[in-house]
């Protein structure tokens, strides 16, 4: 199976700033054949169920606000929040994609300094 | 609007059995790859199993192959999880779940299933 880290397990950012969520997968999810990276994001705010943010590393979904960013390749992954907002407070999880099981990240909590 | 939801948890004693269901709207739900992922409540995620479009294809995480059944009825929208022997660490909340490129792009708010004595 593949295991899926994250960097830091929590973060505080003041409003407006950044934060940078590191992600590694044990495994390569790069498909040489469409040549993408199998790699998602997810935000979960509390009492909510999940909202995929990010999918192939770093297409947006549709309707996710363009301060919401993804980058990397093969098994190093990057998930940027260019300016924090306050409804951005929530636990964020990456997960490949790319084959059963699909194996999620532990999480990591975004909270406002 | 895509809709999912799930019905079918509760309270059941170990070996206990419970049918979860899924019932889906807005969006053509025959031609989605479904999944069952769990969260034991404040805790990370979980994918349980999936489905393909017509029921064909099926898998299952090792921690319930043998024990979980998906399965899906095109013509009522609806996905349904199977779960025999149920134990203990199988309680959480279960979402269902529609995959689009492989990713989970709509999730329901889950039932939450506990197994205790």
């Known amino acids: 199976d593949t295991v899926m880290t994250q960097s830091p397990d929590s973060l505080t950012v003041s409003l407006g700033e950044r934060a940078t969520i590191n992600c590694t997968s044990s495994?390569?999810?790069?498909?040489?054949?469409?040549?993408?990276?199998?790699l998602a994001w997810y935000q979960q705010r509390p009492g909510q169920p999940p909202k995929l943010l990010i999918y192939w590393a770093s297409t947006r979904e549709s309707g996710v606000p363009d301060r919401f960013s993804g980058s990397g390749s093969g098994t190093d992954f990057t998930l940027t929040i260019s300016s924090l907002q306050a409804e951005d407070v929530a636990v964020y999880y990456c997960q490949q994609h790319y084959n059963s099981p699909f194996t999620f990240g532990p999480g990591t909590k975004v909270d406002i300094k | 609007e895509v809709q999912l939801v799930e019905s079918g948890g509760g309270l059941v004693q170990p070996g206990g059995s419970l049918r979860l269901s899924c019932a889906a709207s807005?969006?053509?739900?025959?031609?989605?790859?479904m999944h069952w992922v769990r969260q034991v409540p404040g805790k990370g995620l979980t994918w349980v199993s999936r489905?393909?479009?017509?029921?064909?294809?099926?898998s299952y995480a090792d921690s319930v192959k043998g024990r979980f059944t998906v399965s899906r009825d095109n013509t009522k929208s609806t996905l349904y999880l199977q779960m025999n022997s149920l134990r203990a660490e199988d309680t959480a909340l279960y979402h269902c779940v529609r995959s689009a490129w492989g990713a989970f792009n709509s999730w329901g708010q889950g039932t939450l299933v506990t197994v205790s004595s």
């Open positions: 807005g969006f053509t739900f025959s031609n989605s790859w």
């Open positions: 495994q390569s999810v790069f498909y040489s054949s469409n040549n993408k990276n199998f």
């Open positions: 489905i393909n479009t017509d029921g064909t294809i099926t």
